[in-house]
């Protein structure tokens, strides 16, 4: 939006700085910052009132998770407000990409937001049907992925990419679009997955969020992706402004969430904030790179997919409980412990994916 305040510039006044792209994700990120630490308290204690009980808890759990009872969800709500504000106010909003990741990413926290409150209002950890949440994700990531495909640049459309390789791509025709779903899709349900330790999920997700943006600000420059022999996608690099808010809006939800949490992510930004990482790997032509980047998320999924056929096929189970954060808790971790040690783990996971840009 302050992007048009270009227009009364001449080139050397204070209205050029809004042409520069790091100027405005600085913005976005100050801005989201700063909406979470003013509405912050203020929602918590609303949604305290609103739940009562609040977020109900397994009772298969870990029994260290009873303590936690009365903790208010839907905090994925102060993310999300800060997020859309900051990314509304200072990107260009004639950019289709910026539009693809803030629709998803909004689509998903509604659907996030109806388990939730089907959550609070039931008093059972059982929401929404999961299928029912899974085809309509499935059908929101049809439209971005279709979306995408369509503003892709000629070359590019309906290729993969491969990370390594200097200027490979595979023409997946139109299984690209499924393959998209599943990527976005997964990225979205991985990251509700490691959403189950006070501050876990949050910190990997704005690693993640920072990585991707500036491989997102790297793939719409010409220059760079000219000397580091990566895919030019014109204008992903806005997608900074969106990547910049999501770790300005997720510290700001961070202070409230750190251990002991005063309310909990809920799905309602868990799977907002999955489902935005999927969508500007998509974007970006970086979809293989989002599972090293998003290579804790990964692990998490897998911890349950695995556990769940290994039970069914054979009655027993190969972690004490899945997701994995929980099998380390039943192993007498403590919380705090098995946090900083997955922020430490998607820190050089973000870092080995960064290194995919140079290494080719």
């Not at 990120?29 to 609040?54: C, H, S, V």
């Not at 209002?121 to 499935?138: A, D, E, H, T, Y």
């Not at 690209?176 to 997964?186: D, L, R, Y």
């Not at 799977?271 to 999927?278: E, Q, T, Y």
């Amino acid at each position: 939006m302050l992007y048009f305040l270009t227009a009364f510039s001449d080139g050397g006044d204070v209205f050029n700085l809004f042409r520069y792209l790091t100027f405005r994700a600085g913005g976005a990120f100050f801005t989201a910052l700063i909406f979470g630490f003013i509405f912050g308290r203020p929602l918590i204690d609303f949604l305290r009132r609103k739940q009562g009980k609040g977020q109900p808890i397994r009772d298969d759990g870990p029994a260290g998770h009873f303590a936690k009872a009365g903790t208010p969800t839907m905090g994925g709500l102060l993310i999300l407000s800060a997020l859309l504000v900051a990314t509304l106010m200072w990107a260009r909003l004639d950019n289709p990409y910026v539009w693809i990741v803030l629709l998803v990413t909004v689509a998903f926290g509604l659907i996030g937001f109806a388990d939730d409150y089907a959550k609070v209002k039931k008093q059972n950890p059982k929401g929404v049907s999961s299928r029912v949440r899974f085809v309509i994700g499935l059908l929101i990531a049809a439209a971005a992925a279709a979306a995408a495909a369509w503003v892709h640049p000629p070359d590019l459309t309906l290729q993969l990419a491969l990370p390594f390789f200097k200027d490979a791509l595979v023409n997946l025709g139109w299984f690209f679009v499924p393959f998209a779903m599943i990527v976005i899709v997964g990225a979205a349900n991985a990251v509700n997955l490691t959403d189950g330790l006070d501050g876990l999920a949050i910190m990997p997700v704005m690693i993640a969020g920072m990585t991707l943006g500036a491989i997102a600000y790297v793939v719409g420059n010409f220059n760079l992706t000219t000397y580091l022999g990566v895919h030019f996608v014109p204008g992903t690099g806005e997608l900074l402004i969106f990547a910049s808010a999501l770790v300005g809006g997720g510290l700001g939800f961070l202070w409230y969430n750190a251990p002991p949490a005063a309310v909990f992510m809920g799905d309602t930004g868990s799977l907002a904030l999955g489902g935005a990482l999927g969508a500007i790997a998509v974007c970006t032509k970086h979809e293989i790179v989002l599972a090293i980047v998003g290579g804790l998320f990964v692990v998490e999924a897998l911890s349950v997919i695995i556990q769940v056929l290994y039970f069914k096929r054979t009655g027993r189970r190969v972690f004490l409980m899945a997701p994995i954060h929980h099998h380390f808790e039943k192993k007498g971790w403590a919380e705090p412990q098995i946090v900083i040690r997955f922020w430490i783990i998607a820190l050089i996971l973000a870092l080995i994916g960064l290194s995919t840009l140079k290494l080719r």
